[in-house]
């Protein structure tokens, strides 16, 4: 079976399709390339190339590793229709390098998010065992084996925690020196504890339409922050791809590579992009 077939085998069963929010989303395979990468040297095993975001430096890594045959970016590169394909174009360019280097994508994006063991839930590792977690919006007629599937995640605290000790928690599971925080009165003073934290993959904007003490996402916007506040919620912002891309050497990376060594196929390396990150940083 070809390395593509392959990878698309092994990321339904992961993260299937038919938990994508399709009414707006671009997932499952992007570019199809006609004349796949051959292998460089027998000994040298074909790689997938994991990346969060799709841009020319992450590209560029990827198409400089002639093992590399199937990129899998979990935002779609493709979203929009394009009319033409064109060099003058960033994202049309990066899409017909791919091809033309005979490297196919695949996106999951927010199927990634609402399977069983998905982004949403990797967000909530950092708390341990100290709670328990479900789904905000349950998934209609899940596949098999992602019964508790859906969109977003809430957990709750066995015990409520201080408010900076679940920053610090946050701050560690996601590795990040800093965060941003709009902490409400109540839990500053530590009058009111943090009992419950919503989670939400990249932007948060349908998370505000849940309760929770406490929110936890990547993006969220003035005004619903400012809501947020009203109703005595506290809000801890990471920014949009750092909620995701600890996901894919945690969850993703070892997830494919045992799917794989289990088809019967050749050995098939899964590397991730060394050169993917947020673009904001604190300065």
């Given at each position: ?28 395979l ?22 969060i ?12 590793d002639?093992?590399v ?12 229709g394009?009319?033409?394909l ?36 990797w ?46 928690q946050?701050?560690r ?36 339409n ?50 794989l060594?289990q088809?019967g196929?050749?050995?098939?390396e ?14």
């Amino acid at each position: 079976m070809a390395l593509l077939a392959r990878v698309l085998k092994s990321m339904e069963r992961i993260a299937p399709q038919s938990l994508a929010d399709h009414a707006w989303d671009n997932v499952g395979l992007l570019v199809e390339a006609p004349y796949p990468r051959t292998r460089v040297a027998s000994a040298t095993p074909q790689r997938v190339f994991l990346t969060i975001d799709f841009t020319t430096a992450v590209v560029d890594e990827a198409l400089n590793d002639p093992s590399v045959g199937v990129i899998v970016a979990y935002h779609p590169p493709i979203f929009r229709g394009m009319k033409r394909l064109l060099l003058k174009d960033t994202k049309q360019r990066m899409v017909l390098q791919c091809a033309a280097k005979g490297v196919s994508v695949f996106s999951p994006h927010t199927s990634c998010d609402s399977c069983e063991d998905g982004v949403n839930d990797w967000m909530l590792q950092g708390f341990g065992d100290s709670g328990t977690s479900s789904v905000y919006v349950p998934a209609v007629n899940p596949p098999a084996g992602h019964e508790n599937s859906g969109k977003g995640r809430v957990f709750t605290f066995h015990e409520p925690k201080p408010v900076q000790q679940v920053i610090e928690q946050i701050k560690r599971h996601f590795g990040l020196p800093h965060v941003r925080a709009a902490i409400h009165s109540a839990h500053a003073s530590n009058e009111k504890l943090i009992s419950t934290v919503g989670v939400w993959a990249g932007s948060g904007s349908e998370l505000v339409n849940h309760p929770a003490d406490l929110y936890l996402t990547g993006e969220l916007g003035h005004h619903d922050v400012l809501e947020a506040l009203e109703q005595n919620r506290t809000v801890i912002l990471c920014e949009h791809s750092n909620t995701e891309r600890g996901y894919l050497s945690a969850v993703l990376k070892p997830k494919l590579e045992a799917l794989l060594s289990q088809d019967g196929g050749e050995p098939v390396e899964i590397v991730v992009s060394k050169t993917d990150k947020d673009p904001l940083v604190v300065v």
